[in-house]
């Protein structure tokens, strides 16, 4: 990740603080892009960090051990005693560690076990949908808050194995954690992991087909196996984690509703579904700056040097959208075919989402169902108006449509 020599004072500034970036980080984080792969990310109450802008750069990062992921990459919230054996997730393990856990769950979280999953996930997607006339207020109901907010969860509650008395709980574990960080996310998680210790018993004595079962099979069978305290975490993450397509699938339906060309040529050709969620996924999809990496050593990056210590970030947003990779970037284009490299949308490297297959299909499956059983949505307000000012997630607020 070297280059010509660039002096740290040249490199261009992004201000979380600024409405316009808040507003459009995709031409923000463009016009960075092109004018340096390397800029200087400004954030309130963290300091600067070095952000890479092009998707060479953020690609090469991603996968560079010189970069790691520790704790002070994470906001840690205030969480009782007990609960802090369990806090130390996947996501912030690295190195050997790292790679030993992901060799280990991997086999639970591959393509093809996520394509077994769809016939669970079907139902659940139909149940939502057909219950969404009745959330119906003043002719239009909120499609994020009746079916992509509830979804994530409801299909983790399958996946894991949760019996049907104790779902209301976890239903309102989800909505917490989807609502993001706060009180509320840290007093929820001891609920979370007290739930996962249930989950992970109740396997224990009565396997099923669920994800848990295949975790516990695999702990039983390999020599280096998953002890329980990383079994109880990675599944109190999974409630975490696998909340990424409630905005992946909102996301993606406003996109659509926004691009009735593309809208019409899905609904005419529902083949197109595995292509346009990878798509949408580059085009919209709701991460916009990668999870903080420090560096391990006094390295350079595309000429300019960076301290030890010192964090870096991908900007997702810009690199999904960079001209060197794909063609007419900020074109939202379904049937656009998947270059070598792709997209960022779920990262890259050791720490590459372990459930993007999963967001995947429950994405297509919500996607297909969706627009199969009406025929006539479109949106009730203007989506711009409805758009969050997070800088690091682009999300909704509502997303209020007409069936």
Known sequence: MTGASQDADDVPEIDLT?????????????????????????????????????????RAMLGDPRFEINTGSFLRPDVP???LPYMRTMSEVDGPAHTRLRRLVSPAFTARRAA??????????????????GHAEQGSVDLLRHFARP?????ICELVGVPESDRPRWREYGAT????????????IPGIMHGAKAVIARRRDRPADDLVSDLLHLQAEDGDRLDDVEMVT???????AGQTPTNLIANAVAAL????????????????????????????????????????????LCGTPVGRGEPVIAAIAAANRDPRVFADPDRLDLGRATGPQGHLGFAHGPHFCLGASLARVQTEVALTALLRRFPDLAPAVALEEVRALDPGTWRLTTLPVTL
């Open 18 to 58: 600024d409405p316009e970036v808040l507003r459009d980080p995709f031409t923000a984080y463009g016009h960075a892009r092109e004018r340096s792969p390397l800029a200087r990310l400004m954030i309130p109450g963290l300091g600067p960090m070095w952000v890479l802008t092009r998707h060479e750069n953020a």
């Open 234 to 240: 990675l599944v109190w993450h999974l409630v975490l």
């Open 151 to 155: 979804l994530p969860i409801e299909v």
């Open 177 to 188: 954690i989807a609502a993001g960080s706060g009180r509320g996310f840290a007093e929820a």
């Open 257 to 300: 509703l926004s691009h009735p060309g593309q809208l019409a040529a899905l609904r005419a050709d529902p083949g197109l579904m595995r292509p346009a969620v990878e798509e949408l996924t580059r085009w919209c999809g709701p991460t916009l700056l990668s999870i903080p990496r420090y560096a391990r050593e006094d390295v350079e």
């Open 116 to 133: 077994e999953f769809r016939p669970q996930i079907e139902p659940i997607v139909e149940d939502l949908l057909a219950g969404l006339p």
């Open 81 to 83: 005693e007990d609960c």
